[in-house]
């Protein structure tokens, strides 16, 4: 636990802060010996393994073709009434019709999820800082699965100062959804914050100690580590703190799951509200 723990927190001060080996060592009170250690190793100490989706892929061709006219229409919409502006998949569909667009629906998700959230700094006036903070919770909803009713659960991030909204839905909130989530999460965003604020969840926190200081548990901490992402906790019993999230998980539910909708698997139900985000 103690080496997982160290390992955050020197990538960390390193990649986010910006310190030099000597300042992280002083600040966390071990040698550079160890923070040496650390920065140069290529694993982290966890089962926790993910591939970084961290804006490095290279567009095809055929994507960067169409990005400028992405681009247009998204500033286009910046003039228009917010209840009458593109969705991705409508997006997608006008560049396969208008521009014979051979691409993926996914990769326009991804790029317009990207794109707005670059462009919000010249529209938004901001009380967050763009790509600061995410705020998640969980919430739950009805479905008819396979012509039944069946109650599932509902993976919900949200962007604090961009407002972008990120939905996946799970049979249950075990860890193995949980860090799912983020993964799916960050790759819909196209990147990830420095920091997420979350409830005092048992999939996090093994222990809430004194003041803001958690013992969280050990793969969580794997994905801060691998993600370069600092987790934030609310105080026990106070859910307002993250009153973006609190409303969207309510949004979520009325608009994207009113009337029930019918799937026959948890992927159909998926692919349809990676479209409706």
Request: hydrophobic fraction near 40%; proline fraction near 3%; glycine fraction near 6%.
């Amino acid at each position: 636990m103690i080496e997982m723990a160290q390992y955050h927190n020197i990538k960390f001060l390193k990649e986010v802060e910006g310190l030099s080996q000597r300042q992280i060592a002083a600040k966390l009170g071990i040698s550079r010996n160890t923070v040496s250690k650390y920065l140069k190793s290529n694993t982290s100490p966890t089962t926790v393994l993910r591939k970084k989706v961290y804006g490095t892929k290279e567009y095809s061709p055929e994507t960067k073709r169409v990005l400028p006219i992405i681009d247009q229409w998204l500033d286009e919409d910046q003039k228009n009434w917010k209840k009458q502006k593109h969705t991705a998949i409508k997006i997608f569909k006008r560049l396969q019709d208008e521009y014979d667009f051979k691409g993926s629906a996914s990769n326009i998700r991804k790029i317009v999820a990207k794109r707005r959230q670059q462009i919000q700094e010249a529209y938004i006036p901001l009380d967050f800082q763009l790509g600061h903070q995410f705020q998640f919770d969980w919430g739950e909803a009805d479905i008819i699965l396979q012509g039944r009713k069946q109650r599932i659960f509902l993976f919900c991030v949200q962007l604090s100062a961009s407002r972008i909204r990120f939905v996946r839905a799970y049979l249950h909130e075990k860890q193995e959804a949980f860090l799912d989530g983020f993964v799916h999460a960050f790759e819909f965003f196209g990147g990830v914050p420095t920091e997420g604020l979350l409830d005092n969840l048992k999939t996090a926190v093994l222990k809430i100690l004194q003041g803001r200081d958690r013992l969280e548990q050990e793969s969580f901490l794997g994905l801060q580590a691998h993600y370069v992402f600092k987790a934030e906790f609310c105080n026990p019993a106070s859910g307002n703190e993250k009153g973006r999230i609190e409303g969207s998980v309510g949004y979520i539910r009325r608009n994207a799951l009113v009337p029930l909708p019918e799937v026959q698997s948890i992927l159909e139900l998926n692919d349809y509200l990676i479209n409706w985000c």
